[in-house]
């Protein structure tokens, strides 16, 4: 059964800094999602990433997408407070199945 | 164009109840999910329908099930309610074409269901 596990699950970061969320699968995916919930609202999409090597940024956000090792990361390059939430990286194996969200809280 | 759009928003029932949401997925989409979130489990996947036919179902009990409709319409429908229902429920649609073909099926949330069982 594929599994998804993303880390950290909690990173609080001060403003102007970088930082990397990982997200391991466990099953061959050649795709790979990326969502932001922000407390009480439902998901957004930030990224599909469909093919290994497969890079895509927005702003300061980056996500990228190693099938080989079947890993993603999503880089936040300068955090500015805006982006704190929570983000969650979910993967298509026939089903899609999302792991439990890193919760970001970016200080001033 | 007009998003996912899922009623009611809130809803509070007793335990042994039934409960049917509603789903009216992003024009043109044909495919529907649905999603249970909670605190302590996460999102969880509970079914994917495609062209009215339910294509996937995640590891939730048979009192969880599910439609849709032939304009692609999905509902849920929970019975005999239990205080761990309580949850936001989401529907997501996509352009996922059931083939694996659809290159972009990016999962477009609705606002969800917020269901309180006491």
New interface residues.
């Given amino acids: 059964e594929l599994k998804v596990e993303q880390n950290p699950l909690f990173l609080s970061m001060q403003e102007g800094k970088n930082y990397t969320i990982y997200c391991n699968y466990s099953t061959t995916s050649d795709r790979l999602y990326w969502y932001r919930q922000d407390p009480g609202k439902s998901l957004e999409s930030l990224f599909v990433l469909l093919s290994n090597g497969a890079v895509k940024q927005e702003g300061r956000l980056m996500a990228s997408l190693d099938t080989k090792a079947r890993l993603s990361t999503l880089h936040i390059t300068a955090a500015v407070h805006d982006l704190s939430a929570t983000y969650f990286c979910a993967v298509r194996h026939d089903k899609i199945i999302f792991g439990k969200g890193t919760r970001l809280h970016i200080l001033p | 164009k007009a998003g996912v759009t899922q009623t009611p928003r809130y809803l509070i029932k007793t335990r042994g109840q039934q409960v049917t949401l509603s789903c009216s997925p992003i024009s043109g989409h044909r495919s529907v999910?649905w999603?249970q979130q909670t605190p302590g489990q996460?999102?969880?996947?509970l079914f994917?329908y495609f062209s009215e036919t339910q294509?996937?179902k995640?590891n939730f009990p048979g009192r969880f099930s599910g439609r849709q409709f032939s304009n692609s319409r999905s509902e849920m429908n929970v019975s005999t309610l239990e205080l761990g229902d309580s949850a936001l429920y989401?529907c997501?649609s996509s352009l996922f074409g059931g083939d694996g073909l659809a290159?972009?099926?990016?999962?477009?949330?609705?606002?969800?269901t917020r269901l309180t069982v006491l």
Avoid: H, K
């Fill in positions: 999910s999603y996460g999102l969880q996947f994917e294509r996937n995640g989401l997501a290159r972009d099926d990016t999962q477009y949330f609705g606002p969800g």
